[in-house]
């Protein structure tokens, strides 16, 4: 691997959309990584696939000159061999300088050189001028141990590309530092027998990517940070199988997202925490967009949950919301965890059930509703501020009796703060009318009971 080459795909992730990537741009970007680990295979396949999802010039160019590159290696392959059967070595005592043309290196890449010579073989001082894969010309200047590249070198590029780094026995080896003024990119790069190894970090004004390699393969943890018009985005990437995928946490300065990546694209259900709309965090799956769409559990950092469905960045349809030792309320909800739709259906930890209309910002029953009671008691009327209040019926068990009305099991009349309050009627078990008239303060005003007309 020359030292251009070694940066090729941290360049071509740096320029990737990336953080808000669709299955083009993802597919692109592991195409790049496939090349980047000399995995032509997959990396033909890759760019052929992105080129499945829409067509694009830059994918079309990389795929020509990787076929074409693919043959010129085969072509440099079978020569090499030829020439190693034929050609007698060139014995020279004394180096001397020289040129050098159509010489192959170990990864069948062809390179021109001028510099010292020795036995026909590159030694001492020289520069290697190369074809890259995107086809520009470069070169590397630095010195050579019998045809093989060792110690510091040089590189540079017509694009604006400086390097400096080194070799041993042909391989890069160690730390690795260059810019490119024109893109405004720096970088610090590790290798090890030719390899990456160690942490790679790659600067640009709006990107910074600290990368962690070991023999050439992705591990550990990936750092990937943007410069957004509504601030820094972070990626934290626990990579897995030497590639770009496996645990992931996105932070903004509204939040974070949390769940697992393959190339940027979160796979099955996120965590996602928004600072600015609630205390707590959601759970869901993104849509084609890379927001919160369909089944999603809200868990407050309270106690409370919520389960429904996200429309549109909005609470729709039936969902179930449970307070944290009360009541759990099932209700169609309309744009919030907030505002129902209908009647709801509120169960309370003593199993009493509440059925009817609902305040979701208080938590109490509010308008007209069904209260039944574990021990028989039911309340059928209109609620507020979850008292009974306004015109209801209560009824009790048979061999109970309502407060303040002996043998009264049935109560239908005027409520307020749920006590009996204004006009109402008694009734004993039979239905006989034991008393009609006024209340106050949950007590009969006239004489309870009331004498009956013969």
């Known amino acids: 691997m020359k030292l251009n080459q070694f940066l090729f795909f941290f360049l071509a992730l740096l320029f990737s959309p990336f953080a808000h990537a669709d299955d083009f741009a993802n597919v692109m970007l592991q195409a790049d990584l496939a090349l980047f680990m000399k995995d032509y295979e997959r990396a033909r396949k890759g760019y052929e696939l992105a080129l499945s999802i829409r067509k694009d010039d830059d994918c079309e160019k990389k795929l020509a000159m990787l076929k074409e590159n693919e043959k010129r290696r085969k072509e440099n392959r079978k020569e090499k061999a030829r020439l190693q059967k034929v050609k007698s070595p060139v014995l020279n005592r004394k180096p001397y300088q020289g040129a050098l043309k159509g010489l192959i290196d170990d990864e069948d890449d062809k390179f021109d050189y001028t510099g010292w010579i020795l036995n026909g073989q590159p030694h001492g001082e020289g520069t290697a001028t190369y074809t890259v894969y995107d086809k520009t010309k470069g070169w590397e200047k630095g010195k050579w141990l019998n045809g093989q590249k060792y110690g510091l070198f040089e590189a540079e590029s017509p694009d604006g590309l400086k390097l400096t780094g080194a070799y041993i026995n042909g391989k890069p080896e160690g730390i690795a530092k260059g810019s490119n003024e024109k893109a405004g990119i720096r970088f610090e790069l590790f290798a090890k027998s030719g390899k990456p190894d ?237 008393y009609a008239g006024e209340f106050i303060n949950d007590k009969p005003k006239d004489i309870y009971p009331m004498k009956l007309k013969k």
């Open 198 to 434: 160690g942490i790679q970090k790659v600067y640009s004004p709006e990107k910074q990517f600290v990368l962690s390699y070991k023999e050439g393969k992705m591990a550990g943890t990936q750092f990937l940070y943007y410069t957004t018009s509504e601030g820094q985005v972070r990626f934290e990437i626990q990579s897995e199988e030497g590639e770009l995928k496996g645990k992931t946490i996105v932070v903004t300065k509204n939040g974070k997202m949390e769940g697992y990546t393959i190339n940027m694209v979160f796979q099955g259900e996120v965590k996602v925490i928004n600072r600015q709309l609630m205390n707590g965090y959601m759970i869901g799956r993104l849509n084609e967009d890379g927001n919160l769409q369909g089944p999603i559990r809200y868990h407050f950092t309270n106690g409370n949950k919520f389960e429904g469905v996200l429309e549109e960045g909005k609470v729709k349809g039936k969902g179930v919301f449970e307070v944290l030792k009360g009541p759990r309320i099932e209700a169609d909800f309309d744009g919030s965890i907030f505002k129902i739709t209908g009647p709801a259906v509120v169960t309370y930890p003593d199993k009493t059930v509440y059925k009817g209309g609902y305040d979701m910002e208080n938590f109490v029953a509010k308008g007209h509703g069904v209260w039944e009671y574990q021990d028989g008691r039911k309340f059928e009327g209109n609620f507020r501020n979850g008292f009974y209040d306004g015109e209801g019926t209560l009824t009790i068990p048979t061999g109970t009796h309502i407060v303040n009305c002996p043998d009264c099991v049935t109560y239908t009349g005027e409520f307020y703060r749920g006590l009996k309050s204004g006009k109402g009627k008694c009734y004993d078990a039979k239905g006989t009318l034991l």
